[in-house]
T-cell receptor, first 115, second 111 residues
Framework: NAGVTQTPKFQVLKTGQSMTLQCAQDMNHNSMYWYRQDPGMGLRLIYYSASEGTTDKGEVPNGYNVSRLNKREFSLRLESAAPSQTSVYFC??????????????FGPGTRLTVL | QKEVEQNSGPLSVPEGAIASLNCTYSDRGSQSFFWYRQYSGKSPELIMFIYSNGDKEDGRFTAQLNKASQYVSLLIRDSQPSDSATYLCARPRKTGNQFYFGTGTSLTVIP
Protein backbone atom coordinates (compact mmCIF):
# COMPACT_ATOMS: atom_id res chain seq x y z
CA ASN A 1 0.00 0.00 0.00
CA ALA A 2 1.93 3.03 -1.29
CA GLY A 3 -0.71 5.65 -0.40
CA VAL A 4 -0.37 8.69 -2.65
CA THR A 5 2.50 8.77 -5.12
CA GLN A 6 3.69 11.67 -7.25
CA THR A 7 6.10 11.97 -10.14
CA PRO A 8 8.47 13.60 -10.70
CA LYS A 9 9.96 14.61 -7.34
CA PHE A 10 11.94 17.50 -8.82
CA GLN A 11 11.64 19.41 -12.06
CA VAL A 12 13.26 22.45 -13.61
CA LEU A 13 11.52 24.12 -16.53
CA LYS A 14 12.20 27.12 -18.70
CA THR A 15 9.53 29.76 -19.09
CA GLY A 16 7.00 28.67 -21.69
CA GLN A 17 7.66 24.96 -21.43
CA SER A 18 4.88 22.56 -20.57
CA MET A 19 4.77 19.57 -18.29
CA THR A 20 2.41 17.21 -16.53
CA LEU A 21 2.63 16.24 -12.87
CA GLN A 22 1.34 12.76 -12.18
CA CYS A 23 -0.48 11.57 -9.07
CA ALA A 24 -1.89 8.18 -8.15
CA GLN A 25 -3.50 6.77 -5.01
CA ASP A 26 -4.18 3.17 -4.07
CA MET A 27 -6.56 3.81 -1.18
CA ASN A 28 -9.73 3.70 -3.29
CA HIS A 29 -10.51 7.30 -2.39
CA ASN A 30 -13.10 9.18 -4.37
CA SER A 31 -11.70 12.68 -3.99
CA MET A 32 -8.34 13.97 -5.14
CA TYR A 33 -6.71 17.38 -4.93
CA TRP A 34 -3.82 19.43 -6.22
CA TYR A 35 -2.25 22.08 -3.96
CA ARG A 36 0.67 24.39 -4.23
CA GLN A 37 2.65 25.51 -1.21
CA ASP A 38 4.63 28.71 -1.13
CA PRO A 39 6.48 30.30 1.79
CA GLY A 40 4.10 32.35 3.93
CA MET A 41 1.10 31.39 1.81
CA GLY A 42 0.26 27.97 3.15
CA LEU A 43 -1.43 25.34 1.09
CA ARG A 44 -3.59 26.70 -1.71
CA LEU A 45 -5.97 24.53 -3.65
CA ILE A 46 -5.47 24.55 -7.42
CA TYR A 47 -8.04 21.99 -8.56
CA TYR A 48 -9.90 19.13 -7.05
CA SER A 49 -11.93 16.15 -8.21
CA ALA A 50 -14.77 15.03 -5.99
CA SER A 51 -15.21 11.83 -7.94
CA GLU A 52 -14.10 10.09 -11.09
CA GLY A 53 -15.16 12.12 -14.09
CA THR A 54 -15.53 15.45 -12.30
CA THR A 55 -13.10 18.30 -11.72
CA ASP A 56 -13.54 21.74 -10.21
CA LYS A 57 -11.44 24.85 -9.75
CA GLY A 58 -9.95 25.76 -6.43
CA GLU A 59 -8.46 29.04 -5.23
CA VAL A 60 -5.65 29.42 -7.78
CA PRO A 61 -6.51 27.55 -11.01
CA ASN A 62 -5.12 30.00 -13.56
CA GLY A 63 -2.34 28.53 -15.68
CA TYR A 64 -3.22 24.93 -14.82
CA ASN A 65 -5.37 22.14 -16.18
CA VAL A 66 -6.23 18.79 -14.68
CA SER A 67 -7.40 15.38 -15.77
CA ARG A 68 -9.01 12.73 -13.62
CA LEU A 69 -7.94 9.79 -15.71
CA ASN A 70 -9.65 7.17 -13.54
CA LYS A 71 -10.36 6.70 -9.86
CA ARG A 72 -6.68 6.25 -9.04
CA GLU A 73 -5.02 8.96 -11.12
CA PHE A 74 -5.24 12.74 -11.16
CA SER A 75 -2.79 14.75 -13.25
CA LEU A 76 -1.92 18.44 -13.27
CA ARG A 77 -0.70 20.12 -16.43
CA LEU A 78 1.14 23.38 -16.87
CA GLU A 79 0.66 24.42 -20.48
CA SER A 80 3.08 27.33 -20.51
CA ALA A 81 5.14 27.53 -17.35
CA ALA A 82 5.86 30.88 -15.73
CA PRO A 83 8.32 31.79 -12.94
CA SER A 84 5.31 32.49 -10.69
CA GLN A 85 4.53 28.79 -10.83
CA THR A 86 7.75 27.93 -9.02
CA SER A 87 6.45 26.10 -5.99
CA VAL A 88 6.04 22.79 -4.25
CA TYR A 89 3.05 20.88 -5.55
CA PHE A 90 1.19 18.35 -3.45
CA CYS A 91 -1.40 15.88 -4.52
CA UNK A 92 -3.83 14.60 -1.91
CA UNK A 93 -6.75 12.23 -1.67
CA UNK A 94 -9.52 11.94 0.86
CA UNK A 95 -11.91 9.50 2.39
CA UNK A 96 -15.09 10.20 4.27
CA UNK A 97 -14.91 9.43 7.97
CA UNK A 98 -17.94 8.60 10.05
CA UNK A 99 -20.25 11.57 10.03
CA UNK A 100 -19.14 12.66 6.61
CA UNK A 101 -15.99 14.49 7.68
CA UNK A 102 -13.11 14.03 5.31
CA UNK A 103 -9.43 13.81 6.03
CA UNK A 104 -6.70 14.18 3.43
CA UNK A 105 -3.62 12.14 2.72
CA PHE A 106 -0.77 13.82 0.90
CA GLY A 107 1.77 12.65 -1.60
CA PRO A 108 5.49 13.43 -1.19
CA GLY A 109 5.35 16.53 -3.37
CA THR A 110 6.96 17.81 -6.56
CA ARG A 111 9.44 20.65 -6.30
CA LEU A 112 9.13 22.71 -9.46
CA THR A 113 11.41 25.55 -10.50
CA VAL A 114 10.60 27.68 -13.53
CA LEU A 115 13.50 29.73 -14.84
CA GLN B 1 -10.39 37.74 8.43
CA LYS B 2 -8.88 34.56 7.05
CA GLU B 3 -10.90 31.40 7.35
CA VAL B 4 -8.20 29.76 9.46
CA GLU B 5 -5.45 31.75 11.12
CA GLN B 6 -2.30 30.64 12.84
CA ASN B 7 0.63 32.45 14.36
CA SER B 8 3.53 31.60 12.07
CA GLY B 9 5.97 31.54 14.98
CA PRO B 10 8.60 30.40 15.30
CA LEU B 11 7.70 28.85 18.62
CA SER B 12 10.58 27.45 20.66
CA VAL B 13 10.19 25.24 23.72
CA PRO B 14 12.72 23.24 25.72
CA GLU B 15 12.67 19.48 25.55
CA GLY B 16 10.14 18.01 27.97
CA ALA B 17 7.97 21.13 28.05
CA ILE B 18 4.42 21.52 26.79
CA ALA B 19 4.10 23.14 23.37
CA SER B 20 0.86 24.97 22.72
CA LEU B 21 -0.20 25.72 19.16
CA ASN B 22 -3.28 27.78 18.41
CA CYS B 23 -5.61 28.29 15.51
CA THR B 24 -8.56 30.65 15.21
CA TYR B 25 -11.34 30.51 12.67
CA SER B 26 -13.98 32.85 11.35
CA ASP B 27 -16.94 30.59 10.61
CA ARG B 28 -18.85 29.99 13.81
CA GLY B 29 -20.58 27.03 12.20
CA SER B 30 -17.37 25.09 11.68
CA GLN B 31 -17.78 21.56 12.94
CA SER B 32 -14.44 19.84 12.61
CA PHE B 33 -10.74 20.60 12.62
CA PHE B 34 -7.62 18.79 11.63
CA TRP B 35 -4.01 19.13 12.73
CA TYR B 36 -1.25 18.22 10.31
CA ARG B 37 2.47 18.05 10.97
CA GLN B 38 4.92 18.90 8.22
CA TYR B 39 8.62 18.28 8.54
CA SER B 40 10.91 20.45 6.50
CA GLY B 41 10.93 19.27 2.89
CA LYS B 42 8.22 16.70 3.50
CA SER B 43 4.48 16.50 2.96
CA PRO B 44 1.83 17.19 5.61
CA GLU B 45 0.73 14.22 7.67
CA LEU B 46 -2.40 14.03 9.79
CA ILE B 47 -1.86 14.05 13.54
CA MET B 48 -5.42 14.17 14.74
CA PHE B 49 -8.83 15.65 14.16
CA ILE B 50 -11.51 16.92 16.49
CA TYR B 51 -15.16 17.61 15.83
CA SER B 52 -16.74 18.16 19.20
CA ASN B 53 -16.24 20.78 21.84
CA GLY B 54 -13.72 19.94 24.50
CA ASP B 55 -10.52 17.92 24.49
CA LYS B 56 -9.37 14.92 22.53
CA GLU B 57 -6.23 13.10 23.57
CA ASP B 58 -3.99 10.84 21.54
CA GLY B 59 -0.73 9.91 23.23
CA ARG B 60 1.27 13.06 23.87
CA PHE B 61 -1.08 15.14 21.73
CA THR B 62 -4.24 16.85 22.90
CA ALA B 63 -6.54 18.82 20.63
CA GLN B 64 -8.86 21.34 22.23
CA LEU B 65 -11.85 22.86 20.49
CA ASN B 66 -13.67 25.87 21.87
CA LYS B 67 -16.53 26.72 19.54
CA ALA B 68 -17.75 29.65 21.62
CA SER B 69 -14.39 31.40 21.32
CA GLN B 70 -13.71 30.02 17.85
CA TYR B 71 -10.30 28.56 18.47
CA VAL B 72 -8.71 25.17 18.34
CA SER B 73 -5.44 24.27 20.02
CA LEU B 74 -2.92 21.50 19.85
CA LEU B 75 -0.94 20.69 22.98
CA ILE B 76 2.16 18.55 22.78
CA ARG B 77 3.24 17.20 26.16
CA ASP B 78 6.80 16.12 26.92
CA SER B 79 8.00 17.80 23.72
CA GLN B 80 10.80 16.03 21.90
CA PRO B 81 13.28 17.36 19.33
CA SER B 82 11.53 15.08 16.82
CA ASP B 83 8.42 17.23 17.26
CA SER B 84 10.23 20.12 15.58
CA ALA B 85 8.13 20.80 12.50
CA THR B 86 5.47 23.09 11.10
CA TYR B 87 1.96 22.40 12.32
CA LEU B 88 -0.98 23.15 10.04
CA CYS B 89 -4.53 23.66 11.17
CA ALA B 90 -7.32 22.89 8.67
CA ARG B 91 -11.06 22.68 8.48
CA PRO B 92 -13.39 21.42 5.76
CA ARG B 93 -15.43 23.83 3.72
CA LYS B 94 -19.16 23.41 3.94
CA THR B 95 -19.63 22.61 0.28
CA GLY B 96 -17.51 20.34 -1.79
CA ASN B 97 -14.62 18.27 -0.58
CA GLN B 98 -12.35 21.22 0.07
CA PHE B 99 -10.37 22.43 3.03
CA TYR B 100 -9.15 25.68 4.42
CA PHE B 101 -5.57 25.43 5.66
CA GLY B 102 -3.78 27.81 7.95
CA THR B 103 -0.30 28.97 7.03
CA GLY B 104 1.22 26.88 9.79
CA THR B 105 3.18 27.44 13.00
CA SER B 106 6.84 26.50 13.10
CA LEU B 107 7.83 24.67 16.29
CA THR B 108 11.38 24.07 17.46
CA VAL B 109 12.05 21.85 20.47
CA ILE B 110 15.41 22.66 21.97
CA PRO B 111 17.33 19.71 23.46
Amino acid sequence: NAGVTQTPKFQVLKTGQSMTLQCAQDMNHNSMYWYRQDPGMGLRLIYYSASEGTTDKGEVPNGYNVSRLNKREFSLRLESAAPSQTSVYFCASSEALAGGTDTQYFGPGTRLTVL
Amino acid sequence: QKEVEQNSGPLSVPEGAIASLNCTYSDRGSQSFFWYRQYSGKSPELIMFIYSNGDKEDGRFTAQLNKASQYVSLLIRDSQPSDSATYLCARPRKTGNQFYFGTGTSLTVIP
